[in-house]
T-cell receptor, first 114, second 109 residues
Framework: DTEVTQTPKHLVMGMTNKKSLKCEQH?????MYWYKQKAKKPPELMFV???????INESVPSRFSPECPNSSLLNLHLHALQPEDSALYLC?????????????FGPGTRLTVT | GQNIDQPTEMTATEGAIVQINCTYQ??????LFWYQQHAGEAPTFLSY??LDGLEEKGRFSSFLSRSKGYSYLLLKELQMKDSASYLC??????????WGAGTKLIIKP
């Protein structure tokens, strides 16, 4: 199984809503990532978890809150978002952090903030 | 600073060959990835180079010259389904992926 799954595929939320994005992998990978991608731009790293601990936070606003409940799951909690947060949110995983391992990407969640 | 340059857009004909270049200036180098991304979909892994030379995988090949800070992705026998963005990404000294902006490849019949 070389698949990373993400739910939901699409999400529309108002600026006062609270929602969560979910990501799951069963490849035994110990590094998991959240990226944000705007149209015609490369993925922009947000957070990295290594062995279920937050390893990298790329100065992301606190309205985005990551959580890694176990080695297979990664969540991104959203609260009080702004319209400019509308983007494709990609989850990825790799075997380990700190080596040049290929990252496997999920299909993404298309988020629209109204 | 860290910088990766790729052409913004390229056009090629079905059945032909196209070469997509990538030049990089990064703090350290621990390998270079090429990913393919169709519109609205996730990036998918194409190739990884860490040593100089050519890596061939079916219709796709990737070349690396570390001394020149240069890589290219070569696509042969182009098919319409190859229309996508191609992203070059370098692993820096902290093992962070530094992404290029991507090259949008348009295939015409």
């Amino acid at each position: 199984d070389t698949e990373v799954t993400q739910t939901p595929k699409h999400l529309v939320m108002g600026m006062t809503n609270k929602k969560s994005l979910k990501c799951e992998q069963h490849m035994g990978h110990r590094a998991m990532y959240w990226y944000k991608q705007k149209a015609k731009k490369p993925p922009e790293l947000m957070f990295v978890y290594s062995y279920e601990k937050l390893s990298i936070n790329e100065s992301v606003p606190s309205r985005f809150s990551p959580e890694c409940p176990n080695s297979s799951l990664l969540n991104l909690h959203l609260h009080a978002l702004q319209p400019e947060d509308s983007a494709l949110y990609l989850c990825a995983s790799s075997q380990e952090l700190g080596e040049s391992y290929e990252q496997y990407f999920g299909p993404g969640t298309r988020l629209t903030v109204t | 600073g860290q910088n990766i340059d790729q052409p913004t857009e390229m056009t090629a004909t079905e059945g032909a060959i196209v070469q997509i270049n990538c030049t990089y200036q990064t703090s350290g180098f621990n390998g270079l990835f090429w990913y393919q991304q169709h519109a609205g979909e996730a990036p998918t892994f194409l190739s990884y180079n860490v040593l100089d030379g050519l890596e061939e995988k079916g219709r796709f090949s990737s070349f690396l010259s570390r001394s020149k800070g240069y890589s290219y992705l070569l696509l042969k026998e182009l098919q319409m389904k190859d229309s996508a963005s191609y992203l070059c990404a370098v692993v820096d000294s902290n093992y962070q992926l530094i992404w290029g902006a991507g090259t949008k490849l348009i295939i015409k019949p």
